[in-house]
């Protein structure tokens, strides 16, 4: 399907990968992601890729609608010794840092990381897409309008798909002119977009292959599932798979999941099903 240069180790794709979250933070939307000791962290890493993952991804500063966000100097201190860390008991780990910092960014891959994924597309720090250049790792580049403080503010679009793949045009324009060589896009569901939009989104999601590019799928337990359900995120494990298995049969390449085990699974029954 795709291959990634994640710092020399070159990914191969043959079938879609599953990305699982860690949340060094106090505060992110879904409680059973939160660790903030690094040897809970390197463990939950370790179960992580025992249970198929294919890339970590790491971030210090939680970006729920209405989050408070946290300086550079606090994010750092929360993610780059976990990063090392796993970097260092798990070798075989192929680490992404969740920032929309360029120095965190820049600081990150230095520890260990070999991928940037950057919920802004560079839009909040105008320096990102350079260093991502200059540090020559993949970057993941998603769609969203305002900052997650604002964002909600902004859910209005004549066309979501239409709007996301022309915000994605431009934006793979300014990667290659950076000198970005593997991006993915993540087309942001939840970020400025209403619960009717991110199911829109999802139904449109084999539009955004036009774009030549990996699409990763974000819908890991966010509130179009739990509000849809009436229930909450801490419930949303079984409308996560649903929703991950529509995003797969849409195109979807990466999963960014909180659960590992199950996404893996939702893929092997997926790929099953496409070679029967």
């Known amino acids: 399907m795709f291959t990634l240069n994640c710092k020399g180790r070159v990914i191969t794709a043959s079938r879609p990968l599953v990305m699982g979250i860690i949340n060094a933070t106090p505060d992110s939307f879904y409680e059973g992601s939160r660790l903030?000791?690094?040897?809970?962290?390197?463990?939950?890493?370790?179960?992580?890729?025992?249970?198929?993952?294919?890339?970590?991804?790491?971030?210090?500063?939680?970006?729920?609608?209405?989050?408070?966000?946290?300086?550079?100097?606090?994010?750092l201190e929360r993610i780059i010794g976990p990063i090392a860390a796993i970097h260092q008991q798990l070798p075989e780990a192929v680490i992404?840092?969740?920032t929309f910092h360029a120095n965190v960014a820049a600081a990150a891959v230095a520890a260990g990381a070999s991928m940037v994924n950057d919920i802004s597309g560079g839009e909040m720090d105008s320096a990102m897409l350079s260093t991502v250049g200059?540090?020559?790792?993949?970057?993941?580049?998603?769609?969203?309008?305002?900052?997650?403080?604002?964002m909600q503010q902004h859910s209005v679009y004549d066309d979501v798909a239409k709007e996301v793949i022309?915000?994605?045009?431009?934006?793979?324009?300014?990667?290659?002119?950076?000198?970005?060589?593997?991006?993915?896009?993540?087309?942001?569901?939840?970020?400025?977009k209403t619960i009717e939009q991110n199911f829109r989104l999802l139904k449109d999601l084999a539009l955004l292959k036009i774009l030549?590019?990996?699409?990763?799928?974000?819908?890991?337990?966010?509130g179009t599932i739990y509000k849809t359900l009436g229930v909450t995120a801490t419930?949303?494990?079984?409308?996560?798979?649903?929703?991950?298995?529509?995003?797969?049969?849409?195109?979807a390449a990466i999963l960014r999941v909180h659960d590992v085990k199950e996404a893996v699974e939702a893929v092997t029954l997926f790929c099953a099903y496409q070679d029967a």
């Open 36 to 75: 903030q000791e690094t040897d809970l962290i390197v463990q939950k890493a370790a179960q992580m890729l025992r249970d198929g993952a294919a890339i970590l991804d790491i971030g210090g500063q939680s970006t729920r609608p209405g989050s408070d966000a946290v300086s550079e100097s606090e994010e």
């Open 96 to 98: 992404a840092v969740d």
């Open 134 to 150: 200059g540090l020559k790792v993949p970057y993941v580049c998603m769609h969203m309008k305002g900052t997650p403080q604002t």
């Open 166 to 192: 022309d915000y994605f045009i431009h934006k793979l324009d300014a990667c290659k002119k950076a000198g970005i060589h593997d991006v993915i896009i993540d087309p942001g569901f939840g970020f400025a």
């Open 212 to 222: 030549g590019k990996p699409i990763l799928a974000g819908l890991s337990r966010k």
């Open 235 to 251: 419930d949303a494990l079984n409308g996560t798979s649903v929703l991950n298995t529509l995003a797969l049969h849409n195109g």
